[in-house]
């Protein structure tokens, strides 16, 4: 028999000062009631209660049983009680991993979330290495890209696509690409984790997929140090759209091929399972996704 219920049953029994009454109490037959005694007593090979026709009554041993198996049994309601509070309010400490290129825009909702709700502290790390989410502790990670881990949680934040630039500099003494086959004669400076490697992907305005084989001097996990050498006319860049937006809007940077379309991603908070989501991840992933609905021409 289950060991709780029956300490629950062994309790009512005390308080009532009978099977009976404990059987009317947890809509129990009585020889189910006595069924768990008997359980228990066997378990622990000493008799609990003195039973007469007209008592029941506590021996020493079930005495000293029933006082230490009453309290376990409030610790574990206050341990329910407890667990279901955290489920209504966020609590603990929500660790979160994001890319170093989305913190400008994730900034606001990290403060916004943690003036929401103060019981909640943040462990924010922030790269460009594919973590193991499992492994490292992870409630959440925040990415431009899909993780290679198919058995990982991904929701779509808002969709974002690449701008191909390079400064004005670079064309003097490099030709404008007319096409994206031009391209493979540049010097193209590239990021690590593109989804498709060193095929850069556009798209005409039919829809039509043309892949490019590129190559170039570096290959990095930083956009940062891809974006100052794009300005320092070492090459062309395939950018994120808001890591270049205001070099764009500057004139230091200059979009080429603008009649093609690089191919769309989505920033999406990816996490470990969907059940018992924790109610500090589950409420700050739904206040990304409307701050990010709210300003999708950050990624525009």
Known sequence: MDRLTS?????????????SAAARRLNMSVTMVGNHIQSLEDRLGVRLLNRTTRKVSLTE?????????????ADLEEADGAAGALTSTPRGTLKLYTSTHITRFLSPVISEY??????VSMDLNIGERMIDLIEEGYDLAIRTTLPPDSSLVARRLTPWRHILVCSPGYLETHPTPAVPADIATHNCL???????????????????????????NIVT?????LRYMALNGQGV???????????????????????????????????????HLPTKTRIFIDLVAERFAEHRKWMA
């Open 61 to 73: 041993t079930g005495k000293f049983y029933y006082e230490r198996s009453s309290q376990i049994l």
């Open 190 to 216: 590239r990021y690590a984790y593109y989804p498709y490697g060193d095929d850069w992907r556009f798209f005409t305005e039919a829809g039509e997929q043309v892949s490019i084989k590129v190559g170039g």
């Open 221 to 225: 996990t930083s956009a940062d140090v």
């Open 114 to 119: 943690l003036d929401l709700y103060p019981s």
């Open 237 to 275: 860049f395939l950018a994120p759209s808001f890591v270049i937006a205001d070099d764009l809007a500057a004139g230091t940077l200059q979009r080429l091929l603008p009649d093609y379309k690089p191919a769309e991603f989505a920033i999406n908070a990816i996490y470990p399972n969907r059940t």
């Open 7 to 19: 300490l629950t049953v062994f309790g009512r029994v005390v308080e009532c000062g009978g099977f």
